[in-house]
């Protein structure tokens, strides 16, 4: 099957960054066979959109999430991160199968109608009566039709042994160690587009034990799926590393054998320049998640720095509990915001934060040569974002149009050529009843802790 997109300015996010006033791009059995300048040539087997009005980008790539916090928005709202974590670790200890599909698909559904087409979750959360919750993130992807990353997240150090979480949600690390397996062999698709890829991902160095991040490194890199953790986000890691470890959270990184082109990591918020150059040196990757980021008060990440240090730079919403909109088109102005608040008005343009959200992304999961700009050969993961409405048309530039603007109607997103959503509304799912579903979700899971 064959869909031509044609009459829409295309920013197709490639080396050279082309751009078309208007464009076209057309795709066959998922792939994208053709893109360029005026209208494309003519043929009569194919399904014709007519974009006019509207600007078509890669479809954004989300770098780091946690589904399971939909069920969990707007607790412990004015607490920094581990306050934050404390508050909320007793009432994730409830979690289960129904209510993490619940919240996955809401979260999903809210990522897939704000342009998102690839989203990776780093869930780390697995009580020991839950049912298979990785299982119901999987299931909420493929009910959604997005491309998806999940992690199969870990914690192992909890309050007794110097760490934050509380005993009753850490595993031992054997136990860790078989579910990656197990996860890599029900689900790890390495094949070329993928809708599927298992990562690795203990939670972070205060609720994991160093034996763990070792280890976690060693299966990864045996079974070839990447690594992600989080790293560097707040004043009290900084401190809580160098007081266990002896070391800043980078070196620590180094130490476990975690510095490498397989590695990305959410955050990234205090590193020191010589940080931002090893992590680029290592090609390790950054997810820089500026909602999250300002709703913790954690802090502005040096996103111009690691920009120009060349390494994987990629956006995240974050979990839903420390960034109630969840939404991903929003995360374009805000990387720009955040970074102009921390450089000035230098600091980041709307052509970097569409290249950090996409391309970024896509190199952050190592899937640069497969999506996250819209060039032949490429899955075809496509954003239409209609321009030309009462709230956008009077400014010039669509790009501008979409970063410094609302965040626009999407007229269509493609995944894999596929129409998931059709002018906003998405077409997989009934958006109301998942909301609906996540309420009930929320309620129980609140009754219960
Ligand atoms: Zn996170």
Redo the contacts with the bound molecule.
Sequence with gaps: MTTVIEGCAVATVDASGTEYQSGHVVVSDGVITAVGPGPAPARTDAVHVDAAGCLATPGLVNT???LYQWATRAVSVDDGLFTWLKTLYPIWAGINEPIVGAAARAGLARLALTGCTTSTD?HYVFPREGGDVLGATISAAADVGLRFHPTRGSMDLSVKDGGLPPDSVVQPLDAVLAAVDEAVSRWHDPSPGAMVRIAAAPCSPFSVTRDLMRESASQARELGIRLHT?LAETHDEDEYCREKFGMTPVEYLSDVDWLGPDVWL??GVHLSDADVVTLAGAGTGVAH?PS?NARLGSGIAPVAALLEAGGPLGLGV??AA?QENGGLSEELHQALFAARLRYGPSGLTARDALRIGTIGGARCLGRQDEIGSLEVGKRADIALWRVDGPFHSDIVDPIDALVYGSPPPLARLFVEGRAIVIEDELQTLDVEAAGADLRHAARQLARSS
Excluded: E
């Design positions: 780091h999430h946690h780093h989080h959410a955050h998640c999250s974050d979990g420390s």
